[in-house]
């Protein structure tokens, strides 16, 4: 009967684990298929890309981390997860983890010249060596966007 019982117990946890939904993780973004949830251009350059994923599921993508920062600040919107792209790795990271930099020599498709990294140590040795400043995520949050532009491309928000 013990048996039984422990069978019945290890079938339920494992019937459990498997209801529980996975992290959220980045989409696959199609270069020059897609456009950017903020300013309608095309995103062209995936290394520059990032996105969010609400909490129904649903992916925005953005052409620019300055485009998702806009779309943030204005909507707020309730998110699982938002990814971008390291600076140097090009590789998806999460974007609530990531350290900033941001200055005139990083070039961006709007403009923006916002750049993000895995690690703190990372960006600041970018930093140094780039002239930018460095941000937190909260601290780009607040950040007045339209002060980043490099005199690039101008689109409303």
């Known amino acids: 009967m013990k048996c039984k019982v422990l069978m ?8 459990l684990a498997g209801c529980q ?6 989409v696959e973004i199609k270069a020059n298929e897609e456009s950017c949830a903020e300013c309608k251009m095309g995103i062209e350059e995936l290394k520059s890309a990032a996105q969010i994923i609400l909490e129904d599921g649903k ?5 620019d ?25 090009e590789e998806w ?3 609530d983890k ?7 020599s990083i070039e961006s498709p709007m403009s923006y010249g916002i750049a993000g990294f895995e690690s703190e140590e990372k960006a600041s040795q970018f930093q140094k ?27 409303g928000h």
Do not use: R, W
């Open 59 to 63: 992916p925005l993508l953005f052409d």
């Open 98 to 104: 990531s350290t900033f930099v941001q200055g005139t």
């Open 65 to 89: 981390i300055g485009c998702m920062i806009n779309y943030l600040q204005q909507k707020s919107p309730k998110y699982e997860a938002a990814f971008i792209h390291d600076f140097e790795t």
């Open 21 to 26: 939904s996975k992290a959220a993780a980045p």
């Open 129 to 155: 060596k780039h002239d930018c400043d460095m941000y937190s995520k909260e601290e780009l949050l607040k950040a007045d966007m339209k002060s980043f532009k490099s005199g690039g491309m101008e689109h």
């Open 93 to 95: 990271i999460d974007f």
């Open 8 to 15: 019945l117990m290890i079938g339920f946890i494992l019937l």
